[in-house]
C-alpha cells in the first residue's frame, strides 16, 4: 500500500536509542500538515466525511486505496475553515504520527516502528517518546494503539475496496477545477462509487457481504462529496491571498547618508 508506505521518511523500530527523542503536537510534522490525501479505514470514514471527500486513489499498483481528500492545494494551504488540526478532522495515521502503522512482519516480530523525520515547527518542547526505563509514555502508548488499530482495520478496508473495483462498481473521478489567477488543481487517478450503479443488486450484494462498516462507508462517501466545494472555496481563497500579497508593493528602500 505505497500511499501509506510513502507517509514515512525513515520507519525504524523503536529501542532504547529512542530514549532522547521526543513526539510533538500533530501539527508540527509537515506531512501532517501537507499530506493531500492520506489512507483511511472504513471505521473513521464516516467521521471524516463531515470535513472531506472521501474517495478511492490508485496507488503505484494500481490498487484502490481508500482515502480523504483533504486540500486541492500543496503546502499546507487550501483547507477549510472548518477543518483545522483538531484531531477529530485528522486520519488516524496523523493521529499515530511518528509513530508507524505496523506491517504484519512488525506485528509478527512484536516491533514499534516510529518515523525518525525532523518536527520541522514545534510548538512547544514535546514530550519523550520513551521513559527512563525504556517503556513508551502514556502519550506515545496512546499513538501507538492508534496505529496498531488501523493495522487491525487494513485488511477490511482493503477486501472492500477491491471488492468494488474488481466488480465495476467505481469509476473514475476527474478533478481539473479552475482556482484564478491562472492556477488549476488536477487529479487523476482517483475514484468513486459509480452513480449508475447504486441499484444495482450485485452492489446491494456486496455491501451485504462486507457489513455495515460498509454501508455507512458508501453513505458517508456520497454526501463528502459535496465537501468538494468547500476545498474549491478554500482553494480560491488562498490564492487569491497570494496573488495579493505578491501584487503588493514593495517599500522603497531607505538610502542612508
Not at 508506505?5 to 527523542?21: F, I, K, Q, S
Not at 483547507?79 to 483545522?84: C, V
Not at 455495515?212 to 454526501?223: C, D, Y
Request: proline letters at 7%; a negative charge.
Amino acid at each position: 500500500m505505497s500511499i501509506l508506505h510513502n507517509l514515512y521518511e525513515t520507519p525504524t523500530p523503536v529501542d532504547a536509542t529512542w530514549g532522547h527523542h521526543r513526539i510533538f503536537a500533530h501539527q508540527a510534522y509537515k506531512i501532517v500538515r501537507e499530506a493531500q490525501l492520506a489512507p483511511i479505514v472504513l471505521a473513521e470514514a464516516q467521521d471524516l466525511a463531515r470535513w472531506f471527500p472521501v474517495c478511492w486513489a490508485l496507488d503505484d499498483g494500481d490498487e484502490p486505496v481508500l482515502v480523504v481528500f483533504r486540500s486541492l492545494l500543496p503546502g499546507g494551504r487550501g483547507y477549510p475553515g472548518d477543518a483545522s488540526f483538531r484531531e477529530e478532522c485528522l486520519p488516524f495515521v496523523f493521529q499515530a504520527f511518528p509513530l508507524v502503522v505496523p506491517n504484519r512482519e512488525s506485528i509478527e516480530q512484536r516491533q514499534v516502528l516510529a518515523d525518525r523525520t525532523i518536527s520541522d515547527t514545534p510548538t512547544d518542547i514535546g514530550a519523550p517518546l520513551l521513559t527512563a526505563e525504556g517503556k513508551f509514555t502514556p502519550a506515545a502508548l496512546m499513538r501507538a494503539k492508534i496505529a496498531i488499530n488501523v493495522a487491525s482495520g487494513l485488511p477490511k478496508t482493503t477486501s472492500f475496496s477491491r471488492a468494488l473495483f474488481d466488480n465495476g462498481m467505481l469509476e473514475p473521478w476527474a478533478i481539473d477545477l479552475d482556482l484564478g489567477h491562472d492556477k488549476r488543481a488536477s487529479f487523476d487517478k482517483l475514484l468513486i462509487v459509480a452513480t449508475a450503479r447504486l441499484d444495482d443488486p450485485a452492489f446491494h450484494a456486496l455491501i451485504v457481504e462486507h457489513g455495515v462498516e460498509a454501508a455507512l462507508l458508501v453513505a458517508g462517501h456520497r454526501l463528502s462529496l459535496f465537501r468538494m466545494s468547500a476545498l474549491l472555496t478554500a482553494a480560491r481563497r488562498d490564492v487569491q491571498k497570494a496573488f495579493e500579497a505578491a501584487s503588493e508593493p514593495r517599500a522603497a528602500a531607505v538610502e542612508l547618508p
